[in-house]
């Protein structure tokens, strides 16, 4: 079945600290994968997406994904946090024939 | 730039009655869908369309009906509310065919309550 799987439901971290937040997928969802953010009471935003190409792929915020088909993952980072990190995650998969796959979410809660 | 436009942000309703949640977008997408989003369960799609006239159903569409006359418009309608479907509901558009890169635009949702 095609699945994209957030492993994290929540995840605390202190200011200025790294953090991960890990996402895997199926090898079935295609390879074009994706990071939205969503802040509160918002609508969801692109924060980075993988095509093709490099594993190593950089967005906005800071934020970088590395793409790794062996492990199936595509996990989310930023080497230092902010307060205004704060907001819930989706790692989503495009699946062709116009179907998207969204994992359930991470709520990253960055503490002062 | 307005984007996706979503309206009404929020509505309750009664269980049993009817109501349209309107999407409308000002980039010529011919991809538009609509996801529900319920906590511990991500975004699930609802119903979408490639094009003026196309629909299909996706994860969830029973309950919901949508229509596609305009490249622009794509509403949703609730047929007879459950309060099983107070949920969050976004809208979101992307380009199609060739030049699609699987990106999506979202609206900033509506929020539903069905008492």
């Known amino acids: 079945a095609q699945s994209v799987t957030q492993l994290d439901s929540q995840v605390p971290v202190f200011e200025e600290a790294p953090v991960e937040l890990r996402c895997n997928y199926s090898s079935s969802v295609s390879v074009y994968l994706f990071w939205y953010v969503q802040y509160p009471n918002q609508g969801l935003q692109l924060l980075l997406k993988y095509l093709s190409g490099s594993t190593l792929v950089k967005g906005i915020n800071g934020f970088e994904a590395e793409f790794n088909k062996s492990q199936t993952s595509f996990h989310l980072r930023k080497p230092s946090v902010h307060i205004s990190d704060t907001a819930e995650y989706f790692c989503?998969?495009?699946?062709?024939?116009?179907?998207?796959?969204f994992g359930t979410g991470t709520r990253l809660k960055v503490l002062a | 730039n307005a984007g996706v436009t979503q309206t009404p942000k929020f509505q309750v309703l009664k269980t049993g009655q009817s109501m349209t949640l309107q999407c409308a977008q000002d980039?010529?997408?011919?991809?538009m869908s609509w996801y529900r989003q319920d906590p511990g369960m991500g975004l699930r799609l609802i119903h979408y369309s490639v094009g003026a006239g196309i629909t299909d159903q996706g994860e969830v569409p029973n309950g919901y009906n949508v229509s596609r006359s305009t490249t622009e418009d794509f509403p949703l309608r609730l047929l007879s509310a459950a309060p099983s479907q107070t949920s969050v509901y976004f809208c979101?558009?992307?380009?199609?065919?060739?030049?699609?890169?699987?990106?999506?635009?979202f609206g900033e949702g509506s929020r539903l309550t069905v008492l």
């Open positions: 979101a558009s992307s380009t199609a065919g060739a030049s699609n890169t699987g990106e999506l635009f």
């Open positions: 980039m010529n997408h011919e991809y």
């Open positions: 989503a998969g495009f699946s062709g024939t116009y179907k998207y796959i």
